[in-house]
């Protein structure tokens, strides 16, 4: 179970509860008042936790599992031992993501505004807003109902937040439009100036940056990223974006619905992710590029032309990756040969 | 135009006004009395508005634009449509930045010292300078004229800082001097310990730091980066450096005038960058390497040996563009050969 | 010298207390009593200072050192100029360290607890502690003695701190335990929820993270850095890690004792290191991966798969070095073939 220390448990929650939350399926013939206490991985789970079977590498730990019950997909299902139920899903992980979710609810702090906190009198807070210590709210910020804004967060003059954000401490945010229920990790930093200057030997003169950063619903933004505002266009966060920590995002970028970007990702002025877009860890991608919708970026990648939807692309310069492999295979043998 | 929550607009300027801010030229027989009251893109500008041509791709964008006026190399100024004034510039993109700060200049806070910044009573502050709420200023800190320390920023005993400088919300500073017009972003770490041990199974063991950072004038230093301080030797950035986001640089390297380094750079310890280096996001430098004045390295690539002034490189390890392109080339030739 | 606006220089010293110190021999004849002000280079150190010979690049300096006395392998003590004298050590960059710290020790502040530090009644502080301004520290906070806690570190819920660690302003840390003697630098994020959902077209679903992060003794964590806490299991990091700045460590990660991460490394979930492993700069690693005791990860490659102990590997995707070189050699020549 988790350490006390840090997380407080719900429950407990019968087994059909818990399938009702999960969206699963009891099997006929199960007990739907059995009692679950916890969530646990297979291996070390108990007569009182629920687990899960995702990955059929592990339908061997599945079947000796001691587990009170599991989600598991249908095909698994014939596989549980006689002492576990299993629970139906089609996505036995996104059904223990919700059950995990009733087991440990993020805490609700209670509503507090911290008398330290430097709000200025024309900020309009919600209701039901926690504020923390040390923040500093600018003038004419809107912030909505139920928002808990960290220690030390500093929010600048005009910023606007929906309902139900969170905004760990240490975080900077101006220029910007916070959508509903989108979380912001320590240290993110959200519209400062993009990157923009005339070069010049004689001085590089910067160009004032008049856009703002756009940020939609249920969008995640991981600890020390940086998303700069835009030149004149916005930056743009599509609705349920998850950014990972140290992730920079460059002015004018426009990200879509749904798109992955995992951690120390970069992306360059004006470049366009189209909905869905996965980039793996490490991934460069140019300026003014447009990268279609559902487009994979290998970890590591540097992408340099456009990508169309549904490709996977991956190395340096980033080609589909089937040309990664056989231009992988070519070098190998080529060295091999050589090494004879 | 600018989002009015987050900009103030000044102005309106003549269009003579504007040249001349601009250094650019008007054409015979314009009005000079003509009225601006704001910056836009070709595409959108209305009448009153300021444009630029800068790429030739946008030439048909010019010739159909209904701006007032627009800055133009005079080689395309005959395409402008009768009802626009091309004002005549050498270098249309500066020439805008130069006028987009006429009509978006800097917002200057009123010179106020938040009551809740601590502030140690050996330290010196010149005049018109403002310090933001929860800023920590160390002993015997000199914050030049009218400077800007934004809130939570941390100073360290000791640090120097010019007049003029704006530092962003929650940099921390220390064994530093900052030059004159220096801006720094949200988050930035500047003097803090280069990482230096010297290896043992029986434990690494650190070696005293005992260098500082110097800050030349007119730098930018992007939101998250990292400068750390010398270990005996000084760690440089030499004067109107742009640094972009969530860069590294390590102890006692030495960046020239006008160096651009793009986000998430990093470069070892000890490395040499003559003046006006470009450095292209994700770039990663080997330590004790000298780069020569005006070298170009290729976004992403690694850089493992010196690089010769105005030589552009790329890959990794980092090799001149044309062997690059060579070798990618040959690689693309042989994977195609046998796929077949 | 160390400049004295910022550094505080301790001593002097004999020669015979900083071999003592230093775990270093004097030669015979030499004079114990010779007395030593500061460190310096072999090329700038005077007759007061003490230096060190490492690297046999620098014989020549150390022969025409006006040094008092430096570190060097008996090997090397021929060549000593008369004036110098020469401390034999079989670690001289290791001596040297040690004496330098002896020279410069690392600044005490007074143990004062800020009247600006926000502390929650239930936290528990040991002797000596000392809490910078604007310091925040949670319920049931245990910290350590002697511990220095910087100016605006948040110290979430239950969080337990060793004795003698210091923390540096602008850490946030969470769910996390830390041990003895470690440093963390500027702006760190420690603790906050991984990086993990199951993925949904009608919205991705954040599972609940669920572990710590366990810190153990001696580490140093490096500014900017982010260690995401375990989704069930733990993130560790082993005693005597040494984490440079700007690195990515994701949920899960184990990092063994005495590992070396350089700057902008990125360690993707549940990958376990082994004991002294050294990742150059902007590494990355792949999650679910070993890597094996003492391998080393050249600066700059991306780790797909496992890696035996002690092997060194290299380039994207990550292959050992002798493996790499031949790779680059035959594209060399492929591309050289071709161009004539």
């Known amino acids: 179970m988790a350490d006390p220390r840090f997380f407080t448990r ?54 000796a599992s001691r587990a009170g019950a599991a989600f598991v997909r249908p095909e698994h299902a014939g596989r549980a031992p006689s002492t576990l139920v299993p629970l139906l899903a089609k996505d036995p992980y996104k059904a223990y993501a919700l059950a995990a979710r009733a087991f440990y609810p993020e805490p609700a702090p209670p509503a507090t505004i911290s008398p330290t906190a430097v709000i200025d009198p024309t900020a309009r807070l919600g209701t039901d807003v926690s504020v923390g210590p040390y923040a500093v709210i600018g003038a004419r910020v809107e912030i909505g109902d139920r928002c808990r804004i960290g220690s030390h967060v500093v929010i600048g003059d005009g910023v606007i937040i929906a309902e139900d954000v969170r905004i760990h401490p240490h975080c900077t945010l101006s220029h910007c439009f916070v959508g509903p229920r989108t979380t912001i990790f320590p240290g993110a930093r959200i519209g400062q100036d993009g990157f923009g200057f005339a070069p010049d030997p004689a001085g590089h003169v910067r160009v004032p940056q008049l856009g703002r950063v756009i940020i939609g619903a249920d969008v995640e933004i991981g600890a020390n990223t940086t998303i700069d505002r835009g030149a004149g266009p ?5 609705d349920g974006a998850m950014i990972d920590n140290l992730v ?4 004018n970028v426009a990200i879509g619905r749904g798109c992955v970007l995992v951690a120390q990702v970069g992306i360059s002025g004006s470049t366009k992710l189209g909905d869905f877009v996965m980039a793996g860890g490490q991934v460069g991608i140019a300026g003014h590029l447009t990268i279609g919708t559902g487009a994979r970026l290998a970890a590591k990648c540097g992408v340099m032309r456009d990508v169309a939807a549904g490709v996977t692309v991956c190395g ?20 091999k040969k050589r090494g004879k």
């Open 10 to 63: 719900a429950g407990p929650f019968t087994v059909a509860e818990i399938a009702a939350r999960a969206g699963a399926e009891l099997p006929p013939g199960a007990d739907p008042e059995l009692v679950l206490v916890d969530v646990a991985p297979l291996e070390t789970a108990g007569p009182g936790d629920l687990s899960f079977l995702d990955n059929r590498k592990y339908v061997d730990a599945f079947a």
């Open 234 to 238: 916005d930056t743009i966060v599509g």
């Open 248 to 251: 920079q995002i460059g002015h």
């Open 316 to 335: 340096f310069p980033a080609v589909p990756i089937k040309e990664f492999m056989r231009q992988f295979a070519a070098i190998e043998r080529l060295a």
